[in-house]
């Protein structure tokens, strides 16, 4: 009887520190679960603001993204076509370094991207950011807003976080003046606007070989493969 007496009141003593901790986040729970992970995947689901969705463009091209990071490394990928056509990008911090990958059907490419290369796509997208007065929760994560001007005069507002435990998450996208992991964002290649919301985020092991980029992908310059990506836009620019 004792026994049972002791594990009753133990229950109850989390429970109390369950029912503590969701009064203190406004009843909200999600902030006790994988909060300052830093090994996981966060999916996005992405969005075509500029297209119609309706339209038969919309067929095949990537409705989600995935970035697993570990170590404060990063790969981001998105396939569309059923598969069919898969990009991947690797983003290493030490020493860094970033690497492409596509794969079209059965034919796998693969660039390395050398830091001028990238600071010349990244450069002229965002021309000016300011923090913004609002707050939001995505996926469980409490986000801050910056209000950004991009290239075209146009501004967006992004959301980001500090909950999630990656060191300069930007430092290898237009963003990289915003210390905090994207949750809410838009990005454009090749006259393709897509928006990217996180839906969820997940604390789980990632495997070293995520890194990599094994003997099966036929290397080549990235100018050639950029050429390869920018035959595949669909909105024909």
């Known amino acids: 009887m004792r026994k049972w007496f002791i594990v009753i009141t133990l229950s109850l003593a989390v429970i109390a520190v369950i029912v503590f901790f969701f009064i203190k986040n406004g009843g909200d729970l999600s902030h006790m679960i994988g909060k300052d992970i830093s090994e996981g995947v966060i999916e996005y ?18 409705n989600k993204a995935y970035l697993r990071f570990k170590n404060n490394d990063m790969v981001n990928d998105m396939s569309g076509m059923m598969g069919l056509i898969s990009i991947v990008y690797i983003a290493k911090q030490s020493p860094q370094s970033v690497m492409q990958t596509l794969t079209l059907i059965n034919k796998k490419y693969a660039s390395d991207i050398s830091l001028e290369e990238m600071n010349k796509i990244n450069g002229d997208y965002v021309t000016k950011i300011e923090k913004g007065k609002n707050t939001k929760e995505i996926a469980g994560y409490k986000c801050k807003e910056a209000l950004v001007t991009l290239y075209n005069g146009s501004q967006v507002n992004v959301f980001y976080t500090k909950d999630i435990a990656i060191k300069n998450p930007n430092w290898s996208n237009p963003y990289n003046q915003i210390e905090g992991v994207l949750m809410d964002f838009q990005m454009e290649r090749y006259g393709l606007i897509m928006h990217l919301k996180a839906k969820q985020v ?8 995520a890194f990599t980029i094994t003997d099966e992908y036929q290397k080549v310059s990235f100018a050639e493969l950029d050429k390869m990506l920018m035959e595949l836009n669909p909105s024909g620019d």
Not at 45 to 62: E, H
Not at 202 to 209: G, K, L, R
């Open 45 to 62: 689901d992405i969005t075509y603001p500029k297209i119609n969705p309706n339209s038969m463009m919309l067929q095949g091209m990537p």
């Open 202 to 209: 997940t604390a789980q092991p990632i495997d070293d070989s």
